[in-house]
């Protein structure tokens, strides 16, 4: 949408004073260039350097936000989200004219034509149809893992960009959607796991891995490994666990991780075991079921882990 007024006259007079700052009277060499009812003009001399200034905002005035959009002509921002950026228009599928009233049958008639049409249309050749498939399946699965916006705008980057360098012939368009969602998330700081997205996702675990793995390589995508923390709030808030399980959680990781027990370890299950063992020292036990369920882990690995931890803090439990 457009900036309100205010927000550019005052970015422009900025821009103006830093340009004013750094230019110099040709006749005196001063650099006091100042601004005086539309023209610049040397303070020391008084040379009139620019005399004709436009005005690039708007030609209307708005005194609140409701009058602000309705006066304002421009459309929605673009988007990565679609494969036409939302720059094309859309049919409505409502059959009524401008006045609201219905239209008669021969009408509607054609306007399921021109709607078809307009549909066929917006995709002019295979690669866009094969992006307005892969968008619409991240969003739908962004949808379902309940992950913010700007996710899904980093995932539509990635795809578009494996779409131009070729990275997806020979593999399904799901699976390196569904690639391409995952790696957003890690490149985001959204805590969602390789199991979590497969279990949202057509394709089945082992072809997300292999093709993240692939388009990682391809795009030259510096992924770090991923801090069992990140996991630590969500997973307490589904157990209702305190706030003081949450800290004796995060330090225990803390802990094992200055011993190197991170290495080659799953971060949901390490977190999980983090979440029980933290329980049981905050007397708010937590039994290996609940916290394997919340985390989609095995109870054998909670029990690892959780081995891991305690013998890493010093402590018997």
Known sequence: MERPTRERSEEQAEQKQTSDETQHCPECESTSIVTDQGERLCEDCGLVLDGDQIDRGPEWRAFNSSERDEKSRVGAPT????????????????????????????????????????????????????????????????????????????????????????????????????????????????PRSLEEVTEVSRVDQKEIGRTYRYVAKELSL??????????????????????????????????????????????????????????????????????ADVANVTEVTIRNRYQEQIEAMDLGV
Request: glycine letters at 6%.
């Open 79 to 190: 988007t990565q989200t679609m494969h036409d950026k939302g720059l094309t228009t859309q049919i409505d599928w409502k059959d009524k004219d401008a006045y609201g009233r219905t239209l008669d049958s021969k009408k509607r008639n054609r306007m399921n034509r021109l709607r078809k049409w307009q549909e066929r249309i917006r995709t002019k050749d295979a690669g866009e149809r094969n992006l307005q498939f892969a968008l619409s399946e991240m969003d739908r699965m962004a949808s379902a893992l309940g992950v913010p916006r700007s996710v899904r705008e980093v995932a539509s980057v990635l795809y578009r960009r494996a779409l131009k360098e070729d990275l997806i012939r020979g593999r399904s368009i799901e699976g390196v959607a569904t690639a391409c969602l995952y790696a957003a998330c890690r490149k985001e700081g959204i």
């Open 222 to 291: 510096e992924m770090e490994p991923t801090d069992p923390k990140e996991y630590v709030p969500r997973f307490a808030s589904e157990l209702d666990a305190s706030e003081e399980v949450i800290a004796k959680a995060n330090e225990i990781i803390d802990t094992a991780a200055e011993q190197g027990l991170l290495s080659g370890k799953s971060p949901t299950g390490f977190a999980a075991a983090a979440i029980y063992a933290a329980g049981l020292l905050c007397n708010e036990k937590k039994t290996q079921r609940e916290v």
